[in-house]
């Protein structure tokens, strides 16, 4: 069977590629799509992602918990944003999150309306999502959240681990899986150093979240492949 792999690498793209037939993989490294994985990961009911900030205010009123994060800080009002230490079982399990983020819930959006299926990918459920794509019969986009529309290191490694995985299952790459790929193996050995160099990293510093970039780099520590079911992630 012919199966293609594609990376969108960032948003802005998205309407350049045909993915009515595609499984669609929002990809949001730091640190919406690990936060996202780690919560459905540790017993999350569902956690519903919603654009805009105002947004979750139609959840209010629902037990459900809201969550929002803008320019990597919590909304202030909010229960909290987007660290994976909000996620815990202790935090999150049989709870509804209702979430937005600056770019992953964003991205998630932009795809959903045309994608056959969205799904959630992180190094923490690399493995997982691997071989639950090398088992179905679509072909993949493996969208990058990115920053603000601007192509960031850290989700375009990921996408190049993604493809990397994959590579023998799928009969036809695009050049960006090429390039992220290429920019993979040069990282892999030292992911940490290389996620380093990122703008989204030095922006996490400043704001004193440094542990949660080493958190959300670890490799399989979750089974959990949230899937988007009209509007819920579970
Ligand atoms: O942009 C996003 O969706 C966030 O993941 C950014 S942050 O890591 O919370 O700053």
């Not at 794509?133 to 990115?146: E, H, N, T």
Request: glycine share 6%; proline share 2%.
């Amino acid at each position: 069977m012919q199966r293609k792999i594609e990376v969108c690498l960032t948003p802005a793209l998205i309407d350049l590629y045909a993915i009515e037939n595609s499984i669609v993989v929002v990809i949001d490294i730091l640190r919406a799509t690990s936060s996202i994985v780690y919560g459905i990961d540790n017993g999350a009911a569902a956690i519903i992602p919603v654009a805009q900030v105002e947004d979750c205010l139609n959840y209010a009123d629902k037990g459900y918990l809201l969550a929002a994060e803008r320019n990597g800080e919590v909304v202030e009002g909010y229960n909290f944003g987007n660290s994976p230490f909000s996620y815990t079982t202790d935090k999150v399990a049989g709870k509804t999150v209702v979430l937005t983020t600056t770019n992953g819930t964003r991205a998630l959006h932009l795809a959903r309306s045309r994608a056959s299926q969205v799904v959630i990918g992180a190094f923490l459920n690399l493995q997982a999502l691997c071989d639950w794509l090398k088992m179905q019969d679509k072909d993949v986009l493996l969208l990058c959240a990115g920053w603000k529309d601007q192509f960031n290191l850290e989700d375009t490694i990921f996408a190049g681990a993604v493809v990397q995985e994959l590579r023998s299952s799928f009969t036809h790459y695009d050049d960006a899986s090429v390039a992220a790929e290429d920019l993979y193996v040069m990282a892999k050995d030292n992911l940490r150093a290389y996620v380093g160099k990122s703008a989204h990293s030095n922006r996490m510093l400043a704001l004193n979240i440094e542990d949660d970039i080493n958190f959300c780099l670890q490799l399989n520590i979750c089974q959990a492949i949230p899937v988007l079911v009209g509007d819920d992630l579970v």
